[in-house]
């Protein structure tokens, strides 16, 4: 029975108690008793294989959550700097080119005479400074 890291997904054999990849302390992986639909018992496993992408791409289940829910581009950022940087310079867009959104960040720019980037920067860091994180600090932004 393999067991598999909580932290990065990473196989790691029976006998070791850290992962090789991360160094992050392994428990034993209890089976579950889902059966799929060939009869066969699937083991639990945090990251689930998805099958639109192949047999090599492993998603994981929902570790961070997201500071706002638009867009599918997200990058995994420090939760406390974002949503300060959200809420102090947000009206400027600091914290979209933080999070690697360079383009909303010109639009904040572009738009900071309104007042209009600096509601929705307060808002973003709010969200951003209650999300769940991923146990390190980080969520995706």
């Known amino acids: 029975m393999s067991k ?3 932290n990065c997904g990473q196989a790691v054999e029976d006998n070791t108690s850290y992962c090789p990849n991360c160094g992050t302390f392994v428990q034993e992986a209890v089976p579950s008793t889902n059966v799929n639909n060939n009869g ?4 639990n496993n945090p990251y689930q294989q998805n099958a639109q ?3 090599d791409y492993y998603q ?4 961070a ?4 829910g638009l867009g599918d ?4 950022v420090n939760k406390v700097a974002y949503g300060i940087l959200a809420i102090l310079l947000g009206g400027i867009g600091i914290h979209k080119f933080y999070a690697g959104k360079t383009l909303w960040g010109i639009v904040y720019i572009l738009l900071c ?3 209009i ?3 929705l920067a307060l808002v973003e860091g709010i969200i951003g400074l209650t999300t769940k994180d991923d146990g390190q600090g980080n969520i995706y932004a």
């Open 4 to 6: 598999f890291c909580s």
């Open 40 to 43: 066969d018992y699937q083991q």
């Open 53 to 55: 992408f192949g047999q």
């Open 60 to 63: 994981p289940m929902g570790e």
């Open 65 to 68: 959550g997201t500071a706002w």
């Open 73 to 76: 581009n997200k990058k995994l």
């Open 113 to 115: 005479w309104t007042g």
């Open 117 to 119: 980037p600096s509601i």
